[in-house]
């Protein structure tokens, strides 16, 4: 079975911190992708890599930075978190046009 | 971006009934997926249906697919109560590169 592991549950940071969420994925597959959650909103795509050190904006990725210096490794960093980034954090990996396999999600909250 | 748009936005059954979810969306596709949310986790895939594709089965599950109206249908079939969960599409659009666009979700609650 695919597992896509995500460093934390919940977490609370202070306005300012920097912040780094990090996604693991164990099948070797190429892509990789990080998305907030917010009620009402749905699923919304921050950044997205489809290789090693290769790296995409998604829909909202203001506020937003990624890393990918290894093929399971997928961290996206929040600079100076605000509190307008409280939301849950999913992380995704898939191969090309394939299903994506989730992570169990980080809730943030800034406070 | 073009969201794929689900309807009804809820849905309340008692167990033992179907449940018919829909779902459309705007511009040509690779493939549409179905997700499952149980309350506070991660999402769980359930089918991809490609645009070649009209029908497709898994278990209880039944999703299909009309390109030519821009929609699909995910039907589950004899409810349970562990049914119970927010169920999102998603649509891998042409030229996306395979990202997908999430819709925002349907809430089904299925009454023991």
């Known amino acids: 079975d695919v597992k896509v592991t995500q460093s934390s549950r919940y977490l609370v940071k202070r306005t300012g911190e920097k912040v780094f969420l990090e996604c693991v994925q164990d099948?070797?597959?190429?892509?990789m992708f990080w998305y907030r959650q917010d009620p009402g909103l749905g699923l919304r795509l921050i950044y997205f890599?489809?290789?090693?050190?290769?790296?995409e904006k998604g829909d909202i990725p203001e506020g937003y930075s990624v890393s990918r210096e290894k093929k399971e490794r997928f961290s996206l960093i929040l600079e100076s978190a605000s509190t307008n980034q409280t939301s849950m954090y999913l992380c995704?990996?898939?191969?090309?046009?394939?299903?994506?396999?989730f992570g169990p999600g980080t809730r943030l909250t800034v406070t | 971006s073009q969201q794929g748009e689900e309807d009804p936005q809820a849905l309340s059954i008692q167990e033992g009934e179907n449940a018919t979810m829909n779902c459309s969306y705007k511009?040509?596709?690779?493939?549409l997926q179905w997700y499952r949310q149980n309350s506070g986790r991660g999402l769980v895939h359930l089918i991809l249906?490609?645009?070649?594709?009209r029908e497709k089965h898994s278990g209880r599950l039944r999703v299909t697919l009309d390109t030519s109206k821009k929609s699909s249908s995910l039907l589950i079939t004899a409810s349970r109560a562990a049914d119970t969960a927010s169920y999102f599409c998603a649509t891998d659009l042409t030229g996306a590169n395979s990202k997908l666009t999430f819709g925002k979700g349907i809430t089904l609650s299925v009454r023991p």
């Open positions: 890599s489809y290789d090693v050190k290769m790296k």
């Open positions: 511009t040509s596709i690779n493939n």
């Open positions: 995704a990996s898939s191969l090309p046009a394939r299903e994506q396999y």
């Open positions: 099948m070797d597959h190429e892509n």
């Open positions: 249906i490609r645009s070649n594709e």
